[in-house]
T-cell receptor, first 107, second 118 residues
């Protein structure tokens, strides 16, 4: 798995977009970028994944740079319930979780 | 649909005692995973089953940890004897093969069992 680097913590105001960056400069051609989040006292929850193209689903959007060395997870209208640890993982096989980004959404 | 079920939710034991955790995956999910999550860290994969066969147990401390998945459905993770450093949340996840889209399968996690070893 490619090593990923994420900020330790971020803040966001409720109703605003939350943009969470991830650096994966050593990603190989067949490795996907996955995002999971973990709300306090719960198991991780899948958000989205992508290979090259930008992806969007009902939860979030994933923007992957053309060189694939970094990506951004976008929560378009953050709510208090989006407060969680967000994990970015670059892999073709098993999930290797780092320490993630603690996102705190403020009223 | 029902999610991944785990029990118990909490367990407190003395060191050198044994403990077992149970997991019931989402119906139809062939792959089952056990993770260990120490406070302040991300989850670490301990073992992965495909039906009732082991796919990856490279990070399972086999001198004290064991896991089985009889009949390819429910699974049990056991620790015997427990050490202080085994205090963690033990997460079970399951997935359904979805390789047409490439990459690894989407994993669905249970709520975890919080183990405290005194």
């Amino acid at each position: 798995d490619a090593k990923t680097t994420q900020p330790t913590s971020m803040d966001c105001a409720e109703g605003r977009a939350a943009n969470l960056p991830c650096n994966h400069s050593t990603i190989s051609g067949n490795e996907y970028v996955y995002w999971y989040r973990q709300i306090h006292s719960q198991g991780p929850q899948y958000i989205i994944h992508g290979l090259k193209n930008n992806e969007t689903n009902e939860m979030a959007s994933l923007i992957i740079t053309e060189d694939r060395k970094s990506s951004t997870l976008i929560l378009p209208h953050a709510t208090l319930r989006d407060t969680a640890v967000y994990y970015c993982i670059a892999t073709y096989g098993k999930l290797t979780f780092g320490q993630g980004t603690i996102l705190t959404v403020h009223p | 649909e029902a999610g991944v079920a785990q029990s118990p939710r909490y367990k407190i034991i003395e060191k050198r005692q044994s403990v077992a955790f149970w997991c019931n995956p989402i119906s139809g999910h062939a792959t089952l995973y056990w993770y260990q999550q120490i406070l302040g860290q991300g989850p670490k994969l301990l073992i992965q089953f495909q039906n009732n066969g082991v796919v990856d147990d490279s990070q399972l401390p086999k001198d004290r940890f064991s896991a089985e998945r009889l009949k390819g459905v429910d699974s049990t993770l056991k620790i015997q004897p427990a050490k202080l450093e085994d205090s963690a949340v033990y997460l079970c996840a399951s997935s359904y093969p979805s390789f047409p889209s490439g990459g690894t399968d989407t994993q669905y996690f249970g709520p975890g069992t919080r183990l405290t070893v005194l």
